[in-house]
């Protein structure tokens, strides 16, 4: 298990440094072959071990080395395999490897060394993310998490010729070194409380913890999920994240770097079950987030972006599940996210490449008999997101609504809220981009053409995980069996066993459905006839332009801390400090003139000093009071 | 009991040897090959060396005024390793210099006096090896026979290190009159402390060593001695001069002073602070690279003084490890300066702007010399700056070290500046591509290795810290 698990980490690493360090010497070929077989090989290496799981191997912790060794702190570097972390293993590598080989074609426009660049990015994200969610400890898991933040600047300014491509990546940075700091504070104040960081024995602990200390660890931790799955009110980084190249936003929407969050908190359920104030607050912000960035998702004309406010607010579906206990729920719907969210992304960039690099959907429209495949697999990854049974998004959605209607009804009305808005806008997007007529110019249509098979390859794949996906978790009332949540028993302790009456569940669901299902037919009813979008006006102009949350942070944050910065800079640092120093400079170089005088050059004068000095040197003594006795007692 | 001698003094031995023998050759011949000098002479300082790491005897001979163990041993081989580079990478200046023979008597002259002084456990025997290491120097530092200047150092040196010689005297007669003895040993078990007689004699001689290792206020003379001497013997005096009597100043003031160890705490501590800060004011406004050399130099000492202050064998350790990382640092500068001297004749800092243009070798011997006298990590400098520091820290005078990183910060402007104007400022008279012979290539690459390796090697502390145990 030890060399396993250092296989399925190392090989993307590996990938990493053989294609970044020799960036100038590959061809495409190499470079993606290369990428692809260690992603691959590291996928064949996780199923092994998921499937040795699911065979009855027990959860295990390997270590490897001491990382931090200290008298007070000893972190070491293991590794957890768990069902927990198996499943986020084959989700990552399953999803990675898909979006690597869709890569492969869909990069092709960039100069070889870019193209290695960019694939050793790739595999670095991968490794970070693995890193993260096999470590066995919150120090590790750090690494990771920093990794993954690192590799998602890097990414999203992969064309850094562009200056707002730029902007974009530091804002990602950013954002997310505001909800580091609040991991790192947690993770402080575990080892403060606790002396280490190891799951194990945090958890094994808690009762050993204060009620004030579980609830201020939890809401940092939270704090650091919100920065990482883009929550309320760091959240704006994501969105803009799609400057980076198409796939890139597939990879951090679906298989990392988004859902480090969710697992986060899904390894710490046991703090989190013992902290009634931060679920409160997780739902809150979960469910804020969700309704929110649907409602900005509506208006959205840019391809990426609906996409990208879906999955902001798929994401706060998902912290609602966490929030209301519901781990195995929120693990499942990360699952199911993953496929249909890939799979739309790169449909989305399927279009993206077909037409030119257009992402406007405005210029878009009948798309459908110009990318066969891409529209049924877009079509299905829809379908799935809206939560129409049987498909998978349907069977997660559901757990987590009927989790939250036992705690409480308002929750469930909301989370329906959302999930017609849901439908509502993918269904907006779909018939805008596929159906109704082209809008764009007769040089883009004559050029449209279905994408490689490199491309839809992953886009077959990825649509028959996401229509099939949800049958590991099928809940009881239809007569199924929840996979899933037997396998993760191992890890989150199965809820309470439901209270809601059959009939009520029913109920649930059909209303959900139902209501979807209004909301898609009233979309493409709407959306697919007409010739051309109007301008938003009103309320539409307030979501078009993403309720001025933007222009909020910037009146509000951005702009007093750049004027503080100004302040600082102009009359702090430069009169004040730099005076200070340039003043002490000054002030050296003085005395260095000044001491210059003592050195005549004349010898005479030298061997005077000497002569001073001794007798200073005897008159301090003097004054330590041993000369000075016998000077008084025997001269005098 | 005849071989004793010669095993326990082997390299007094080989060095007297060579003496003669140079002596031999230079009355023998009319025209001597230089070249043939020089390569005797190193290779017999090379024979001392390897024979200084394989026979490592203990013991006391001329009536215990004479001690040899592991730790002198390794000092000694320390000198004449230096000693060693320094003749190589004087070749280029020796190779048509008409006195060679002689440089290379008077030069192993100091040398031999120098190895009998680390190894005298007598005041008396101490002294004559002083003197012994002293009075060639001075003639030394005349050698360039055309310039004023030369002399002018020569006579600086001689008539200032009389004088201070006269204070030492005077403290040790002062040490006689008091305990009737002069062996190490037997003073250190006779002094007692509030006799303000031996109180005054500690500090006459601590007088002449801080004029040795030009400690401020003892410092005076070291300016116009090194600005006028030939490089190799600005060299000689800044670096292997000094690095001798320190070793000597660890076992007077560990040993024969253990006592007063109290009171000589702050006066050390005193003494040190002042030649950080004045040696870096002095070393901040130097045009003249040899001179600015010399000046840092003198900071440098300060720092030892802080080591030396610890008072324990960690401090010990320290300064030993610190003096052989200096040697290869301070000689690493030395040689590409003597070099660049010898070619072209220029000695300013401003000359060397562009320097990296066209000599990039000897650039980044400078460069990485530079950054190890600085203390940067990852050279040896950084390394033995820390351990001095650190053992300084050991009494708890935080406020100390607090002023060493300071002082530090400053020497980091003057060496920057060097650094700055080698590579990254642009002249139109820089200076041409040097060719550089095999000698002073050899010493150089043994002075990289040193600096790197030492910086590197952590066992190198390790060792030299068992030895002083």
């Known amino acids: 298990m030890k060399t396993l698990l250092a296989i399925i980490v190392l090989l993307p690493f590996l990938g990493f440094l053989l294609n970044g360090l020799f960036r100038k010497h590959g061809t495409y070929k190499s470079v993606a072959r290369l990428a692809c077989t260690t992603i691959l090989s590291s996928f064949i290496a996780s199923a092994i071990v998921f499937g040795m799981l699911s065979q009855g191997t027990t959860a295990e912790t390997v270590k490897y080395f001491d990382f931090i060794n200290t008298d007070s702190i000893k972190i070491p570097f293991a590794f957890q395999i768990d069902h927990l972390s198996a499943m986020f293993l084959l989700i990552i590598t399953g999803i990675g490897f898909l979006i690597h080989l869709y890569s492969s074609a869909y990069m092709k426009d960039e100069e070889p060394q870019h193209y290695a660049r960019y694939f050793a990015y790739l595999n670095l994200f991968i490794f970070s993310m693995l890193l993260l969610v096999l470590g066995a400890n919150y120090i590790i898991m750090f690494i990771g998490w920093e990794g993954v933040g690192l590799c998602s600047y890097l990414l999203i300014g992969f064309w850094f010729k562009n200056d707002n491509f730029n902007y974009a990546a530091k804002k990602a940075f950013i954002m997310n070194r505001i909800g580091d700091l609040g991991f790192l504070l947690a993770i402080f104040w575990l080892i403060a409380r606790l002396g280490n960081a190891n799951y194990a024995d945090v958890f094994a602990n808690v009762h050993n913890l204060s009620q004030t200390d579980i609830t201020a660890i939890t809401l940092l931790l939270f704090v650091g999920a919100m920065g990482k799955s883009a929550q309320i009110p760091l959240y704006t980084w994501l969105p803009d994240a799609m400057a980076g190249p198409t ?40 469910l804020t987030t969700a309704l929110f960035s649907a409602t900005i998702a509506i208006k959205q004309n840019d391809i990426k972006k609906v996409l990208a406010y879906s999955t902001v607010s798929q994401l706060g579906y998902m912290f609602l599940g966490l929030g209301v206990g519901a781990y195995t729920g929120a693990v499942f719907h990360v699952m199911t996210h993953a496929f249909f969210k890939a799979l739309l992304f790169l449909g989305a960039g399927s279009v993206i490449h077909a037409m030119h690099h257009e992402q406007d959907i405005r210029k878009m429209g009948g798309l459908k008999k110009y990318l066969p495949i891409t529209h049924i697999t877009f079509l299905l990854g829809c379908i799935a997101i809206s939560g129409i049974p049987p498909f998978s998004g349907f069977f997660s959605k559901d757990e987590i609504l009927a989790a939250a209607y036992e705690k409480n009804p308002v929750y469930w009305g909301l989370g329906v809220a959302g999930a017609a808005m849901t439908a509502f806008y993918m269904f907006r997007l779909y018939a805008t981009t596929f159906l ?50 037997e396998y993760l028993s191992t890890v989150i302790i199965p809820e309470p066993h439901h209270a809601l009456a059959h009939n009520t569940e029913y109920m649930l669901m059909g209303i959900s459905v139902a209501v979807a299902t209004i909301a898609i037919l009233f979309a493409v009813s709407h959306y697919s006839k007409k010739p051309q979008l109007e301008d938003a006006t009103g309320l539409g102009k307030v979501l078009e332009n993403k309720w001025y949350v933007d222009e909020l942070y910037n009146t509000f944050i ?50 005077l000093m000497m002569v001073v000095s001794v007798v200073i040197i005897l008159f301090i003594w003097i004054h330590d009071g041993e000369i000075y006795k016998f000077l008084v007692t025997k001269l005098f | 009991m005849q071989t004793n001698y010669f095993i326990l003094m082997h390299h007094e031995l080989i060095i007297a040897i060579t003496i003669m023998l ?76 008409e006195h060679t023979a002689e440089f290379y008597i ?46 002018e150092a020569a006579l600086k040196l001689i008539i200032s290190s009389a004088f201070s010689s006269g204070l030492m005297l005077l403290g040790i007669s002062f040490l006689y009159g008091t305990t009737g003895t002069l062996s190490f040993g037997e ?14 004699a500690f500090v006459l001689i601590f007088a002449g060593f801080g004029f040795k290792i030009s400690a401020v206020p003892f410092h005076l003379w070291t300016a116009d001695v090194y600005e ?60 003249n690279i040899k001179r600015f050399l010399a000046f840092s130099s003198i900071s440098q000492v300060g720092f030892i003084l802080i080591g030396l202050s610890g008072g324990t064998h960690t401090s010990a350790a320290s300064v030993v490890y610190f003096i052989v990382v200096y040697i290869f640092s301070n000689l690493g500068a030395f040689g590409v300066i003597a070099l660049v001297q010898g070619l072209t004749g220029k000695e300013n800092i401003n000359d060397y702007k562009g320097f990296y243009l066209n000599n990039k070798m000897l650039s980044w011997m400078l460069g990485i010399a530079l950054f190890s006298l600085a203390g940067i990590p990852p050279v040896a400098g950084f390394f033995g700056k820390f351990f001095l520091l650190l053992s300084g820290a050991e009494k708890g005078a935080y406020w100390l070290i607090a002023i060493a990183a300071i002082n530090m910060v400053i020497s980091l402007y003057y060496y920057l500046n060097v650094v700055k104007n080698i590579f990254i400022d642009k002249s139109d008279t820089s200076i041409e591509k040097l060719p550089i012979a095999i000698q002073p290539r050899i010493a150089m690459i043994i002075c990289v290795i040193g600096v790197v390796g030492s910086g590197l090697c952590g066992g190198l502390y390790q060792y030299i810290f068992d030895l002083v145990k």
């Not at chain 1, 340039?582 to 003085?590: A, D, K, P």
């Not at chain 2, 680390?118 to 290491?133: A, D, K, W």
């Not at chain 2, 001497?229 to 005096?237: E, F, M």
């Not at chain 2, 003031?253 to 950080?276: D, E, G, K, R």
Request: charged residues 10%.
């Open chain 1, 247 to 286: 796939p890139v936003s597939a990879l951090i929407h679906a298989a990392t770097m988004v859902t480090a969050g969710i697992y986060m908190i899904a390894r710490s359920n046991v703090l989190y079950s013992a902290a009634e104030f931060t679920q409160h607050i997780v739902v809150i912000v979960g």
């Open chain 1, 436 to 485: 109704g007529k082209f809008r764009g110019t007769q040089d883009q249509e004559h050029h449209l053409h279905e994408s490689p098979a490199a491309m839809t390859i992953p886009l077959i794949v990825l649509a028959v995980l996401s229509v099939i996906g949800g049958f590991v978790g099928v809940p009881e009332v239809l007569g199924g069996k929840h996979l899933l949540g």
């Open chain 1, 558 to 607: 951005v702009n007093p801390l750049n004027a503080l910065g100004g302040f600082f800079k102009n009359i702090v640092e430069k009169s004040g400090i730099d005076g200070f120093v340039n003043g002490i400079g000054r002030f050296v170089n003085y005395l260095s003139r000044q001491i210059r005088l003592v050195q005549s050059g004349q010898v005479g004068g030298y061997i």
């Open chain 2, 22 to 97: 140079l002596l031999v050759i230079k009355v023998g011949s009319d025209k001597l090959s230089n070249q043939l000098v020089a390569n005797v002479t190193n290779g017999l300082l090379l024979a001392s060396l390897v024979l200084g790491f394989i026979v490592q005897p203990e013991g006391n001979v001329f009536g215990d005024m004479f001690h040899t163990d592991g730790f002198a041993l390794l000092q000694k081989n320390i000198l004449v390793a230096g000693t060693l580079i320094i003749s190589l990478q004087a070749s280029t200046w020796l190779k048509d210099y």
């Open chain 2, 106 to 151: 008077l030069l192993l002259s100091t040398l031999l006096g120098m190895c009998f002084m680390i190894s005298s456990r007598h005041f008396l025997m101490f002294y004559l090896s002083l003197e012994l290491s002293t009075i060639p120097l001075a003639a030394l530092a005349n050698f360039d026979l055309h310039l004023k200047r030369s002399s």
């Open chain 2, 187 to 200: 003073v250190a078990s006779a002094i007692q402390l509030n006799t303000p007689l031996q109180l005054f």
């Open chain 2, 228 to 287: 006028g001497s030939p490089v190799a013997v600005t060299s000689y005096l800044s670096v292997i001069s000094k690095g001798a009597v320190l070793f000597v100043f660890i076992t007077v003031l560990f040993n024969v002073f253990a006592l007063y160890a109290h009171s000589w705490y702050y006066l050390i501590v005193i003494v040190s602070l002042f030649t950080m800060v004045i040696g870096n004011l002095f070393a901040l406004r130097q045009t």
